[in-house]
């Protein structure tokens, strides 16, 4: 009985099936061919579990805005992975992968690391709830800017050549990016909150209102933030770029604008427990945070890009000469390349140099390597990432230092016996 029962483990584990849900990698080859990956992958892990050890101690509804965030990264990645409109970047290979080697684990526990950490953090300014979720959009901007800059550079992932979308670049970070996580974490929020309001009876917003409540709330969340993320693209970017040719960059600042305009008129007149008396204490958010930054420091400053070698999954190679539909969410069918063209392509931060005879794949492949490429101008990319990194601290020192203290979270047995307490009373 028990030789069957192991010998049908062996046959699941070793299935294609099994192998294309979840793969591994061994952390030494990551380690010699792609070393500051490893280190951000690890790193990355570990803010996680300092996210959901928060969760766990403040209880009520941290518990399930961290899930929330675990089930709206599913739901982004893998839509992004098989929707051919908006597949238009690659992860490198990790120690586990997902979905056809798609998914890194690391980066499915990034949504916790940036959202949970943001909306538990903005928690205590207290704003009014039409301010709140775009604070915490802000706030996830703010943890996203030297984590694209240096994971573009360092080959985390790499982008599709000439998706329209994608094309304007900030330090061959789209612009696009920073409008997505705004907007995708704002949406977040605004039905995170906006389901509690609807469904439960809890009086604080992070006091939970029961099991199944509070599960109807988290799948509402995870399942719905990205189409309301997606409607936010409607008014602004897609008429401004697709029908005017603005450029992204415009688009993106008037964005953000909007959401510091409205989240500093919330601020301007705070209430009594948005400020506090007396300077808090660093959390394991607090750890998160200042970590998060210093790894940007330290890897622009120390690593060297030049040496890193990609193997894995990237845009397939083809006929240039190949075009494809793009149909935007505003209605519009744009147009790019299908394939990527070696010997025509605008990604100056990966060439091929490293592989034998330096020559590009041969087309029809999408498993192939590719090679990092020194810093232009090293000094330039030191002072950017240090002035956002610098800047974030800053910002998040005042979130979670110098303003109120967290919302108590509590439990819907918590909250019975504080009403029969009062009974009593």
Known sequence: MTDAVWKRVEEILTSDTFKWFVAFRHPKEIWENHRPYLILEISLLFFALLTFKHAWRSGGRFLYLWFATILHGLVVESLSYFVPDIDNFWHAQSMVMFLGKRLPLHVVVLYPVFIYTAVATVSRLRLKSWAEPFAAGLAVVLLDVPFDIIGIKFLFWTWHDTD?????????????????????????????????????????????????????????TGLLAMPLGVIQFLPLYHPLHDMFNIHTEVCVMLFLTIYMATAWIADRNPTSNARSSSPGALD?????????????????????????KSEGIHQRTGNCSSMSPVHTAFGQVLSRQTYLCTSDYDESYFDFHCVSGAKPPADGLDWYTICGNAFANKLEYMIVVFAF???????????????????????????ANDRQKKKKN
């Open 389 to 415: 990194s610098i800047l974030g601290l800053v910002v998040y020192r005042q979130f979670l230092i110098c303003s109120g203290k967290q919302p108590v979270g509590k439990t819907s047995r918590s909250l």
């Open 164 to 220: 329209p979308s994608i094309f304007d670049r900030h330090y061959w970070v789209p612009w696009t990016s920073y409008y997505f996580h705004a907007a995708f974490t704002s949406s977040f929020v605004i039905l995170f909150f906006g389901t509690r309001h609807l469904l439960c009876n809890s009086p604080s917003k992070y006091e939970a209102d029961g099991f199944l409540k509070e599960m109807v709330c988290t799948l509402l």
């Open 284 to 308: 394991e958010l607090g750890l998160l945070i200042t970590l998060h930054f210093l790894s940007y420091i330290l890897l622009v400053a120390f690593e060297s890009p030049e040496l890193i």
